[in-house]
């Protein structure tokens, strides 16, 4: 807090069954997802592959138009859920409505290093974190072995950066002292990473024959850390709701509402945080 020269040691946050947070790189993460799904008898994964558009049967989405190496090609479903991210082809194609949206207010930048000596001793098992004025520093273990550096900045600093990244990276860094020497001594893996300022979106997830989950449904700023966590979440949300409608337990409108509303329990308050103290990250220091 206040860049001093001192780490705090805490217990892990709610560490899990593994015993330590871990912060996997989107590639192997990737890995491991299509790994899992395909190890399902019943999904077949198309490579190189990209939904263009949606079908519609009057007001009723009934699939998808492909773009494949070979060609175009429709499939059709009971459901198309769109996963795509914030940018989402589906969302667009569908209309969703949006129930809320606020304005960016913060940048982020990243890079990944090796040789992190964590605060005690051993390898970095959790996150560490280092305020400074409106400006956050994040440290996240990741996999093999390589660790996460990282900055949530406001707009104003991040028109700054962005003119001389790498050396301005390493300088906004030097100021949050009690990381910045455990930083400066780790190898660099790669250049320093962006991203950039991106509006705050709520959109309704759920219509006739779609549904929305993660960014593509909810998208906030990075800077609190809940978006992968809200992208599980609504993703277990979702295929509980599906499973209730193909078990005929409930009508598809009853499931898909069940999925709307519980998306926005778990997410709206997240949300909100995320919005509010995003404008000024100083609000989260003592008052």
Same mark, same amino acid.
């Given at each position: 807090m206040g860049g001093g020269d001192r780490a705090?040691?805490?217990?892990?946050?709610?560490?899990?069954?593994?015993g330590y947070c871990l912060s996997v790189r989107r590639a192997p993460l990737d890995h491991l997802l299509v790994r899992h799904a395909t190890s399902f008898g019943c999904v077949t994964l198309l490579e190189r592959t990209r939904v263009s558009d949606v079908l519609w049967a009057g007001e009723q989405v009934v699939g998808v138009r492909l773009s494949t190496p070979e060609g175009e090609r429709d499939a059709r479903a009971r459901i198309v859920v769109g996963a795509d991210g914030r940018h989402s082809t589906v969302a667009r194609r569908v209309r969703a409505p949006v129930e809320r949206h606020d304005p960016a207010s913060r940048a982020a930048y990243y890079q990944y290093v090796r040789g992190y000596?964590?605060?005690?001793?051993?390898?970095?098992?959790?996150p560490e974190f280092s305020l400074l004025g409106d400006e956050i520093a994040f440290i996240f273990p990741s996999d093999d072995g390589v660790t996460c550096v990282a900055l949530s900045v406001n707009l104003a600093v991040f028109g700054w950066l962005r003119q001389a990244a790498a050396e301005r990276f390493?300088?906004?860094?030097?100021?949050?002292?009690?990381?910045?020497?455990?930083?400066?001594?780790?190898? !660099? &893996? /790669? +250049?320093?990473? @962006?991203?950039?300022?991106? #509006?705050?979106?709520?959109?309704? !997830? &759920? /219509? +006739?024959?779609? @549904?929305?989950?993660?960014? #593509?449904g909810l998208h906030q700023d990075p800077w609190s850390g809940h978006g992968m966590d809200c992208a599980?979440?609504?993703?277990?949300?979702?295929a509980e709701a599906l499973a209730d409608w193909f078990g005929g337990?409930?009508?598809?409108?009853?499931?898909?509402?069940?999925?709307?509303?519980?998306r926005n329990v778990h997410g709206l308050a997240r949300y909100q945080e995320t919005v509010e103290f995003g404008r000024d990250l100083r609000q989260l220091g003592p008052s």
């Open positions: 705090t040691l805490e217990p892990a946050q709610d560490p899990g069954p593994l000596a964590p605060p005690g001793a051993g390898a970095p098992d959790g390493g300088a906004r860094l030097a100021a949050h002292r009690g990381l910045a020497g455990r930083v400066a001594a780790a190898t !660099p &893996v /790669g +250049p320093v990473l @962006a991203c950039g300022p991106e #509006a705050n979106v709520v959109r309704v !997830p &759920v /219509g +006739p024959g779609w @549904a929305l989950a993660g960014d #593509a599980s979440v609504h993703g277990a949300l979702l337990r409930r009508s598809e409108a009853e499931a898909l509402e069940q999925y709307h509303h519980g």
